[in-house]
C-alpha cells in the first residue's frame, strides 16, 4: 500500500506486471515529463521552412543512421537535415564523431552540436523525427515538438507511438525504414494544409496532455498519498 510505480507508457505497465505481480491500485500511469507551454509555442513565421530535424542522443538505436539515410534519398530535394545532440561517447550505441562529421562535411546532414536551447532550432523546424528503436519511455523531444506545434514522424515503438495521435498529429513509421521515413515527410512538406492541421493538432494534444503545471501536480498529489499513509500507519 505505500507503493505508487509511475509509468510513462502502456507498453511498460504491460511488461513489468508480467514479470511481477502488481496491483492497478500501486500504477499511475503519467505520459511524459511536462513542458513549460508558455516557453514552447508554435512560431507561425515559419511554416515555410523546409527544415527536418533529428534531436537525440547520437546513439544508433535512436535512428540517427535511419535519418542520414533518409538524408541521402532526399538529397535532391529542397530540404535541409538538421542534427542536435550530444555524443555519449561511453556507450557503444552512440555514432562516432569522425562519422557523423564525414556526413556533415559532405552536406548530407547538418550538425548542429549539443544545442542548450533546444527551442531555438525546433521553432524554426517544418517536421521532427524521431525514428528510435531505443528503450523509450515518453521522449521528451516529441513533446515539446507538439508543444511547438510541429508534425512528428516517429516509429511504431513503444514510448514513441504513445507521443502522437497517428495520422492526425504525425505518423508512425517501422523501426528501421528510411523509406517510409522518407515517403512521410515528402507527403507532409508537400500539403501546406496538411502540416498546418498536424501541427496544430499536435499543439492541442501538448495543451491536453503535456503542460507542465499538471505533470508536477499529478506527481505531488502522489507524494502527499503516501506521505498521508505513512502517518496513518
Known amino acids: 500500500k505505500s507503493m505508487m510505480i509511475i509509468f510513462q507508457n502502456k507498453n511498460d505497465i504491460n511488461t513489468i506486471k508480467k514479470l511481477c505481480k502488481i496491483k492497478d491500485q500501486n ?6 515529463s511536462g513542458v513549460d507551454l508558455k516557453i514552447f509555442q508554435p512560431n ?33 530535394n529542397n530540404y535541409k537535415f538538421w542534427v542536435a545532440g550530444k555524443f555519449d561517447n561511453e556507450n557503444p550505441d552512440c555514432i ?3 562519422e557523423l562529421f564525414g556526413y556533415h562535411e559532405k552536406g548530407i546532414i547538418e550538425f548542429k552540436g549539443d544545442v542548450k536551447n533546444i527551442k531555438e532550432i525546433l521553432s524554426v523546424s517544418k517536421i521532427v523525427v524521431l525514428p528510435s528503436y531505443y528503450g523509450e519511455g515518453l521522449p521528451k523531444i516529441l513533446i515539446e ?10 516509429t511504431d515503438h513503444p514510448g514513441c507511438r504513445d507521443a502522437i495521435v497517428p495520422n492526425v498529429t504525425g505518423y508512425l513509421i517501422p523501426v528501421r525504414d528510411s523509406q517510409k521515413l522518407a515517403q ?6 508537400n500539403s501546406p494544409s496538411l502540416c498546418n492541421s498536424m501541427g496544430n493538432e499536435a499543439r492541442k494534444l501538448a495543451l491536453k496532455k503535456y503542460d507542465i503545471n499538471k505533470v508536477v501536480n499529478k506527481h505531488l498529489f502522489i507524494y502527499e498519498q503516501l506521505a498521508k499513509w505513512y502517518f496513518i500507519n
Open 44 to 76: 507561425k513565421n515559419h511554416k515555410e521552412s523546409n527544415i527536418i530535424l533529428f534531436a537525440s542522443r547520437l546513439l544508433k538505436s535512436k535512428g540517427i543512421y535511419e535519418f542520414i539515410e533518409c538524408a541521402q534519398k532526399l538529397k535532391n
Open 145 to 154: 515538438a507538439s508543444a511547438c506545434g510541429k508534425p512528428i514522424i516517429t
Open 27 to 32: 500504477i499511475c500511469l503519467i505520459e511524459g
Open 96 to 98: 562516432s564523431k569522425q
Open 184 to 189: 512521410y515527410i515528402v507527403k507532409i512538406s
